[in-house]
């Protein structure tokens, strides 16, 4: 995709707030845990690469993606740390995860077995990397019976082509007020672990929400995500328990400046008329930029004003009403702080009936990064 190099719009990313975010968890959790920041889906919107360099600088010691894509950018990019993918790759790629040295999800009894006829196929050989998913209530990925689990370890103990380096279980409430079902999950991952007799390197659990918030129930290794870019993970539900720095901000400028009359329609199906004379200004930011239609009435700040997105959003502009005459070229902040005012992320999550993690997957990589 051609990237908007030549036009005003971008994303500006703090990357010493994700330092720091990470840093202050790393201060924070159990003596002996690790810190794997989870840079999947282009960190989240805002570029693996660097995001994961500001993550390592803040203490992070190993990678979480989704796909086998993403794993083989960092390696490419030359991170030389453990990467587990979370999610499952088929076996046809089995040379792929050794080739770079890779750390692979094993979800069902079916793949794991898959993979072992494949190992034996493969010269030189060398043992790959795995993390037993246990699945105690998500419902997504995983073994769900103690029987099962025991079962694929004893598999993997017998495998000279395997090392079993992890265990792991995903909570989905993690980020809510109410912990019974976290303490459910967690009461069904506790009785697993305790029939077998050994465990792996890493034994975890935690993503954001379970190291803010159940920081006594990390394992010793914490799947560091949203809390990273400085994103509350409950959204509202929670407070912060430390302060986290949100490291997106979005900005553009005015591209054209113009006094209408009263009576006139603005944008697609005129969906806004001018009640008195008005000064509109226009935006270089639609929908293909994932700036979506239904944020019309929704605010951006110009000079630390809040001024209102009117009419439709077209897929590369969109219309907001200034308080008065404004020059081209000026500043207009969609997300972030502007003399003293801020529109948080949150805020756009909240107008699109969605979650932040959400918002910030859905720009388009028509929009340049600008990394500070
Ligand atoms: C298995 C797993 N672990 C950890 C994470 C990170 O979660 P968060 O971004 O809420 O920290 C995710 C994110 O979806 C996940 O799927």
Same mark, same amino acid.
């Given at each position: $995709? ?15 707030? +994700? *330092? ?10 159990? *003596?002996?845990? !690790? ?81 072992? !006829? ?19 209530? $998500? ?58 007799? !050994? ?11 379970? @190291? ?14 949203? @809390? ?81 997105? +009117?009419?439709?959003?077209? $897929?590369?502009?969109? $219309? ?44 388009? !990589? ?7």
């Amino acid at each position: $995709m051609a990237v908007g190099w030549h036009r005003p719009t971008k994303l500006v990313i703090d990357t010493q707030a +994700i *330092k720091e975010n990470v840093g202050n968890e790393v201060k924070r959790m159990p *003596k002996g845990t !690790e810190l794997f920041a989870v840079v999947k889906a282009n960190g989240y919107g805002h570029g693996a690469v660097q995001t994961a360099k500001a993550a390592r600088e803040g203490g992070a010691t190993g990678f979480c993606v989704a796909i086998l894509d993403e794993a083989i950018e960092l390696r490419e990019a030359g991170f030389q740390e453990p990467i587990l993918i979370l999610s499952v790759v088929d076996v046809s790629y089995i040379d792929l995860l050794l080739k770079y040295d890779l750390s692979v999800t094993v979800a069902t009894q079916e793949w794991l077995e898959q993979a072992i !006829e494949q190992l034996t196929h493969i010269e030189p050989q060398k043992p790959l990397k795995i993390h037993i998913k246990v699945d105690t209530g $998500m419902g997504r990925i995983g073994f769900t019976t103690s029987e099962a689990v025991k079962q694929i370890v004893e598999l993997v103990q017998s495998e000279k082509t395997l090392i079993w380096e992890g265990l792991f279980t995903h909570f989905s409430t993690a980020d809510e007020k109410d912990a019974s079902y976290f303490e459910k999950q967690t009461h069904r991952f506790q009785e697993i672990l305790s029939v077998l007799f !050994e465990l792996p390197k890493y034994v975890h659990v935690s993503n954001s929400a379970t @190291a803010l918030w159940h920081p006594d129930n990390v394992g010793n290794m914490i799947r560091f995500g949203i @809390a990273m870019y400085g994103l509350n993970p409950s959204g509202h539900a929670l407070p912060e328990v430390y302060p986290l720095n949100p490291a997106l901000s979005l900005v553009s400028k005015l591209i054209q400046v113009k006094e209408l009359s009263a009576g006139e329609g603005i944008g697609y199906g005129h969906t806004y008329i001018t009640t008195a004379n008005e000064w509109i200004g226009t935006v270089p930011i639609g929908y293909a930029d994932g700036w979506l239609r239904h944020l019309q009435g929704f605010s951006v700040l110009v000079n630390g004003e809040l001024c209102e997105i +009117i009419g439709r959003i077209c $897929m590369d502009q969109c $219309m907001i009403r200034l308080p008065r005459q404004m020059d081209v070229g000026t500043q207009v902040t969609l997300i972030g702080h502007d003399h003293g005012e801020v529109i948080t992320m949150q805020m756009v999550a909240d107008k699109l009936e969605t979650i932040h993690y959400e918002v910030a997957c859905t720009f388009s !990589e028509r929009i340049p990064k600008e990394y500070k």
